[in-house]
């Protein structure tokens, strides 16, 4: 009866400490979620500016915008090989 008594208390011990463990986690996870989610309200902000601006800008001055964006980067990448 002690040995059974010793593992049934060693089991209630590593139980709650499962328990712990995983309320610290879904805590952990609440607040992750809260993150994505305001910066998601950020991003989509931006995003909504970004598609005024395209919007008012003519398509030419975008194009030569986007391409020039894109010269850069390929400049960039060949002086990093």
């Given at each position: 009866?002690?040995g059974?008594?010793?593992?049934v208390?060693?089991?209630?011990r ?5 328990h712990e463990e ?5 805590r ?6 809260n993150?994505?989610?305001s910066?998601r309200?950020?991003?989509s902000?931006?995003m909504d500016?970004?598609?005024m601006?395209?919007e008012?800008k003519s ?11 894109v ?6 990448y060949?002086?990093?090989?």
């Open positions: 009866m002690g059974l008594q010793d593992r208390s060693l089991l209630k590593i139980s709650s400490d499962i995983v309320d610290s986690h879904n952990m996870l609440d607040r992750m979620g993150d994505m989610d910066s309200g950020v991003l902000g931006t500016k970004f598609k601006v395209f008012k398509s030419r001055r975008t194009f030569s915008l986007i391409a020039s964006f010269v850069l980067f390929l400049i960039t060949f002086f990093m090989l």
